[in-house]
């Protein structure tokens, strides 16, 4: 058996340091060792999209990231983007345009709509639909995903300026 | 997962050195190693990962032409403005391999090393005259792109090799390149067929100096469409003369029934799509933009 690899990394801000084997995925550690299951398991081979996270600014499946690699990275996942009890505007946008039904599939779209909105503050709808094309949802048929980045982008341009605390 | 021993070295020396106890991979993106490993398709003993090693992660592009590393990510290959406007096939492949997040970490090198007979990358390689430079136990050797794959998930790379970067020539004037695939949805697809194409046209932009085509998933290893691309040089640049070209492409696909289309649909496509990324290439060569929205 590989042994143990010490792993130091930046989660939502803070310095985090794990063990894990050489073959465990940065999915598994982030739900299993570090408690943080925002992050959901769906396909795991990269097609689905739920367990997206970012990773030094882009989005990425956790389930094709060894853990490993993760050493000096800067990691962002759902767990880090509400504002303490404040959802932030891409969240609030899916709750109240009821972006979501089973909900598995939120955490990775949330994620990649945020890498989406960094990118491209005002994005078309055509530029939302192809971002967010590795993200699959079995439940809502995408409309009302993609009217709740709209309603998200427009409320991120107004609220510019009322810095979150992260 | 299977275990295995990780290794993250930050020299070609020391990363070669692994590479020849063994049974070992090379880890770019992982986005088709973790999976095929996870799957049992590979069982490699150590994964060496290659994102540290500097031959491998950069970007040089000069008068000389375009050395790409062959672990650069591919949002890094389609963010390049230089290969934007001079390898613009290899811009429009990048764009269009997984959705973002598989771009965030998939790369080139590691695309053509998959060896898949479908990749998006190999045909636009092998029409912009790429060159894969090889590192391992005996030296450097180059192998051109369209004799790199060997067969479904196979290359020419030996135990102990390694791809380090592809060599393209420098784009001369009035040139211009393309790729498209056929693929029934809109995005995150497996290509029916797939289309790479480089021209170079004349002084009046009315004649064809020289082309290069190049097929995808219509054979077990991308093709170079040879004689479809000689049969432009010289000719004017019209309806018969690329319609010829879809005809000479058609004759080199050698393409097999399989869920994604009919053997007989991927032959008519070859002629479909060749007239097309023909058509679009000549535009750029002619500094013309193309309506090529990536999924559309």
Known sequence: ?166 | MRDFEYEAPTSLGAALAVLAKGNARALAGGTDLIDQVRLGRHSPDVIVDVKKLPELNGIQHDTSGLRLGAAVPLYKVYGHCGICSDYSALADSARIIGGIQIQSRASIGGNICNAGPAADSTPSVIALGGVCVIAGPNGTREVPAEAFCVGPGKSVLQAGEILVEIKFPARVAHSGSHYRRFIPRNEMDIAVVGVGASVVLADCRQKFVSARLALGAVGPTPILAQAAGDSLAGQPVNEVTIAKAGELARSVAKPIDDMRGTAEYRLHLVGVLTQRVLNAAVARARGEKIDNVPGH
């Open chain 1, 1 to 166: 058996m590989a042994k143990k690899r010490h792993i130091t990394t930046k989660i939502n801000g803070d310095t985090v340091e794990f063990l894990c084997e050489p073959r465990q995925t940065l999915l598994e550690v982030l739900r299993n060792t570090l408690d943080l299951t925002g992050t959901k398991e769906g396909c795991s081979n990269g097609n689905c999209g739920a367990c997206t996270v970012l990773m030094n600014g882009r989005p990425v499946d956790s389930c094709l990231v060894l853990a490993v690699e993760a050493e000096d990275a800067e990691l962002k996942t759902i767990e880090g983007v509400a504002c303490g009890t404040h959802l932030n505007a891409v969240q609030s946008a899916f709750l109240e345009g009821a972006a979501l039904q089973c909900g598995i599939c939120t955490p990775g779209f949330i994620m990649q709509s945020e890498a989406l909105l960094a990118e491209n503050p005002n994005p078309s709808e055509q530029e939302i639909r192809f971002y967010l094309a590795g993200n699959l949802c079995r439940c809502t048929g995408y409309d009302k995903i993609v009217q709740a980045v709209q309603t998200a982008a427009g409320k991120r341009q107004t609220e510019s300026g009322t810095k979150c605390c992260h």
